[in-house]
């Protein structure tokens, strides 16, 4: 049998393809090499599943850093109100939570893949699981299908390939699709990791004296070693056993790679503003007039209700002021550290944790070598790329998953349009 259009991968962006190619009319094949599709988005959002952000077009592209001006053309085929549009009219009713995420209103990542599940089961697709792909197949322009791992062909008129990077392997992203893309031409951009946590060799950090601390509204800065500021975030922070975890410890990563190998230096600077609203003059006197008010109060019991008990002892010590200092004995220079170090305090980031530690790969099959109307392979017909085999990254927060959503409708409808013309 000759398959209008066959789908590899059933993660966010393979799921999408199928659908939008069956809906067209298709005859499709769904093929996963392991046993269960969906795993990804079964465990995104921590469980909880963030199916997209409720924000504008262009504020999405805006927190996909790594090439999402490229996403203008698949989101007018497809965009996040249209994946909400597309959920809710399945019965999976969502709602909106900090920062534009949308998440399902049962907060079960498992009610969205079941919900596509059933829509590709509606729509008449196959789904064939434990079923790895070892090649493709072409002719001299055009796709013509792929060989199982088996030894097995199978013959289709178009071929989506949505196999994923190589971050969260256990869910089936091993990097598979790199090597095919190779083999039909395509350049594949350098892979590295992205959303991932940050590592530190600092003396603090080896010696866990802030493992498990958790900051809430703080902000977090990259410094190029120029002294640029290349980003900051505001968000969550979390000090581990290796360095830096948590929402903004994640975005900032990405730099931190392409720094450290733009630059050929040992380790970036980040600056940790601990009152990222409050200028640093004002913060200093409201806190100097509180303590003036009650000079006989040492410093540490000052700051208690304004910082991490945890945090103090190595804030004090870097400032240069004993804990037990009163108001009478302090000095001026090291008051003035102390706010200097809880608006800009200095850490060192070494590297990241490794790609298959990361929520998403960086880098993937080059966008110049992509229709970004259709998603096809601009090398070889009928040939499609969707989700983060493409060399598009975000920020967590729903971004990820609508470009995932977005280029696997882009290219499942488009994949469908040119097998069902071929047959005409």
Known sequence: MTWDVIVIGGGPAGLMASVAAAEQGAQVLLLDKGDKP????????????????????????????GNGKFLYSPFATFNNQDI?????????KLKEEDHGRMFPVSDS?????????????????????????SELLFSSDRVTGLRL?????????????????????????TGDGYPWAKAAGHHITELFPTEVPLTSEETFIRERTWQGLSLRGVRLSVIHPKGKKLTEHTGD??????????????????????????????????????????QREKLQTRIQEEWKKNPKKAVKTILKPHLPGRAIPLLLQRSGLHPEVTWNHVSKADWEKLFQLLKSFPLQIHGTLPIEKAFVTG???????????????????????????????GYTGGYNITAAFSTGFTAGKHAALQSLERVK
């Open 237 to 278: 922070l979390l000090f581990t056993h290796f360095g830096l975890s948590g929402p903004i410890a994640l975005r900032c990563s990405q730099f931190v790679v392409k720094t450290l190998k733009q630059e050929a230096v040992d380790h970036v600077k980040l600056e940790l503003d601990w009152f990222p609203n409050e």
């Open 38 to 65: 969906g795993r990804k988005l079964a465990i995104s959002g921590g469980g909880r599943c963030n199916v997209t952000n409720n924000g504008e077009s262009g504020d999405i592209i805006r927190h996909i850093p």
């Open 84 to 92: 909400i549009h597309f959920f809710e009219k399945l019965g999976v």
């Open 109 to 133: 990542a498992q009610s969205v893949v079941e919900a596509l599940l059933r829509r590709i089961r509606e729509l008449g697709t196959t789904i064939s699981l434990r079923t790895p792909v």
């Open 149 to 173: 791992e088996n030894g097995e062909t199978l013959q289709a008129s178009c071929v989506v390939v949505a196999v994923g990077g190589k971050s969260v392997p256990h869910t089936g992203s």
């Open 363 to 393: 880098g993937g099959v080059h966008l110049k070598e992509i229709h970004p109307k259709t998603m096809e392979s601009k090398l070889k017909q009928g040939l499609y790329f969707a989700g983060e085999i493409l060399d598009i990254h």
